[in-house]
C-alpha cells in the first residue's frame, strides 16, 4: 500500500517556466489538500478538495491552479513560476473531515531560479 | 477562522530531560486537535489526536497531550526525551463544521543534546 506519493522529489525550474505537481493517493480518502512549508511558517494551505471534480482555495492560492478529475489525484500547477515559489510542497489526503488522521506524501523540493 | 499558535519556534532538551511544547488555537468550538512531528527530509506523521472525551490523550513514541478547554491548549508532553525525538513538531486543528480546511502552527525545532 504506497499510501500518498508526490511526483517529483526534486525539481529546479527557471522563472516563468510552468510545471504540475502529481499527488497519488490509493486509499481511496475523499479530502486532498497541497500545502507548502517555508521555514518559520510550518504549513500553509494553498488548496484543497472535497472529492472529484471539486476544489477550493486555501491560505495562499496566489500563482497556483489545482485539479481533481479523478478521486485518487490532485494537481497542482504553476503557469508562471516565481522565486517566491521556492518551496518544498507536501500533498495530504484524509478520508472524512475533521476526526480522522491526514496521511502525507514525502514532499517536493522546488527551487525557482 | 480557526488559527493555531505555537509559540516556542526551537527548543533545546538534554536526553533523558522532560518536554512541554506548547499549542493554543482559535476556534469557535472544540475543534478536532492534533499533534504532528516531521523528522528531517521526512513527510509528517501523526503523534496523537483529541475528539473528546478523556482530554489526556496517549500518542505513539511515549507522547501525551492535555486538552484545557478554558485555556484553548493542547500542549505536547514527553517525560524523558530521547536523541531520536530531535525533529520539528506540529499542532494542527481540524473542523467539525462545513469548513474543511485543515490548519498547522508554525511548528517548533525540538534539538536534543547528549
Known amino acids: 500500500n504506497a499510501g500518498v506519493t508526490q511526483t517529483p522529489k526534486f525539481r529546479v525550474l527557471k522563472t516563468g517556466q510552468s510545471m504540475t505537481l502529481l499527488c497519488a493517493q490509493d486509499?481511496?480518502?475523499?479530502?486532498m489538500y497541497w500545502y507548502r512549508q517555508d521555514p518559520g511558517m510550518g504549513l500553509r494551505l494553498i488548496h484543497y478538495s472535497v472529492g472529484e471534480g471539486t476544489t477550493a482555495k486555501g491560505e495562499v492560492p496566489d500563482g497556483y491552479n489545482v485539479s481533481r478529475l479523478k478521486k485518487q489525484n490532485f494537481l497542482l500547477g504553476l503557469e508562471s513560476a516565481a522565486p517566491s515559489q521556492t518551496s518544498v510542497y507536501f500533498c495530504?489526503?484524509?478520508?472524512?473531515?475533521?476526526?480522522?488522521?491526514?496521511?502525507f506524501g514525502q514532499g517536493t523540493r522546488l527551487t525557482v531560479v | 477562522a480557526q488559527s493555531v499558535t505555537q509559540p516556542d519556534i526551537h527548543i533545546t532538551v538534554s536526553e533523558g530531560a522532560s518536554l512541554e511544547l506548547r499549542c493554543n488555537y482559535s476556534y469557535g468550538a472544540t475543534p478536532y486537535l492534533f499533534w504532528y512531528v516531521q523528522s528531517p527530509g521526512q513527510g509528517l506523521q501523526l503523534l496523537l489526536k483529541y475528539f473528546s472525551g478523556d482530554t489526556l490523550v496517549q500518542g505513539i513514541k511515549g507522547f501525551e497531550a492535555e486538552f484545557k478547554r478554558s485555556q484553548s491548549s493542547f500542549n505536547l508532553r514527553k517525560p524523558s526525551v530521547h536523541w531520536s525525538d530531535a525533529a520539528e513538531y506540529f499542532c494542527a486543528v481540524g473542523p467539525r463544521s462545513n469548513d474543511y480546511k485543515l490548519s498547522f502552527g508554525a511548528g517548533t525545532t525540538v534539538t536534543v543534546r547528549a
Open positions: 486509499m481511496n480518502h475523499e479530502y
Open positions: 495530504a489526503s484524509t478520508p472524512a473531515v475533521g476526526n480522522t488522521e491526514a496521511f
